[in-house]
């Protein structure tokens, strides 16, 4: 799809990706881009409409898409990574209920609401922020690994419920991003620019899914090799 000329919602959007993928639209031409935050406040970016969203707020989300009524393009990239916690223990159990209402819970909500918008203007797009981790669980990203697991699966249904309006629904997959999120952790990372403009490249192509970075298509990739090496904590 063209982003020349269109309005486009980004959520978090007032720092790291969220921030890069509201640059890049401006970029591409977008005519509109609101950036979705918690507290308004904090979106300093010159050329974009400030807006309070926070994406588990019911309240929120029906204010915003009320007031938005000239959205074309929905990215969820709002989500919160708890990671170093067991799923026995009762802080990863916490950890997880908190990254299924933002996660997953959130995407639902803010898609829920928009889809009736972007219909209204001709089909619009979807694009929701996954991750490698959708498709494999490490020690100690259990809870995170599940929610962005669930997120995926929610991605393919939202797909399948929103083809007949023309709606195009973009999974997005990346392993580290050089972001607040991830800056206490050990590994390559690939910068929010970097992976935002891919995204845009993916959804002006039509592509559902953007594998975003090296990483997340060496892991896919590695999905047909037999024993699987994604298997952690088997047995011999």
Partial sequence: MKIQGK???????????????????LAAGAAKVYAGARDPSTVTQPGVVPVKLDVTSLDDVAKAAAQL????????????????????EDEGAKNLRAQLDTNVWGILNVSRAFAPVLRANGGGA??????????LSLPRTATYSISKAAAWALTNGLRNDLRNQGTLVVGVHAGLIDTDMAKNLEGPKTSADDIAQRVIEGLQNGDEEVLADAISQNVK?????????YLVGQRD
Avoid: H, Q
């Fill in 221 to 229: 990739a590695g999905f047909g090799v037999s024993p699987s090496p």
């Fill in 126 to 135: 979807i694009v929701n922020m996954l991750s490698v981790l959708s498709w």
């Fill in 7 to 25: 309005t486009a919602l980004v959520t978090g959007a007032n720092r790291g990706l969220g921030l890069a993928y509201a640059k890049a639209l």
């Fill in 69 to 88: 009524s000239d959205v074309d393009i929905v990215i969820n990239n709002a989500g919160i990574a708890l990671t170093g916690t067991n799923l026995l």
